[in-house]
């Protein structure tokens, strides 16, 4: 598969939009972010901006920039990388999900509820 100057110039406007996506969710989060999975002072449900949208939208604007890259790429091997990595995404999230349910109790078995956990407007 070989994209033509279009196509690719569509991915990497979707790259940089799921690179932005993901940005705007981690300055959102504030000092609630963390690179590991750990209870912060004051942890609370975050349900405003993208989260507001997805439950994980760091991790949704990175499968963005993931697939796109994978479409521009159109190689075997780039399907092989964008599998891999979003293997490890879902695997990520549901742990964290496991955790903040553990952590917040209902608060978060109700934000589950109505928000879902990776792709926007996808039923729960």
């Known amino acids: 598969w070989m994209p033509t100057l279009t196509e690719a110039w569509v991915c990497v406007a ?3 939009v799921g690179l932005a996506f993901s940005w705007w969710a981690r300055l959102h989060l504030g ?11 004051d942890h609370r449900v975050v349900d405003t901006g993208p989260y507001g949208m997805v ?3 760091i991790y949704t604007g990175l499968l963005v920039a993931i697939l796109a ?3 521009a790429k159109g190689t075997v091997w780039g ?11 879902v695997v990520k999230a549901r742990l964290e999900e496991s955790f903040l349910r553990g952590e917040l109790g209902t608060a978060y078995d109700d934000y589950a509820r ?3 956990m990776l792709v926007p407007f996808a039923p729960n």
Do not use: D
């Open 14 to 16: 979707l790259i940089a």
């Open 31 to 41: 000092r609630l972010w963390s690179g590991t999975v750990t209870a912060k002072a």
């Open 55 to 57: 439950r994980h939208p």
């Open 69 to 71: 890259t994978m479409a």
């Open 79 to 89: 399907v092989a990388g964008a599998a891999f990595l979003i293997v490890g995404i």
């Open 114 to 116: 109505r928000v879902p």
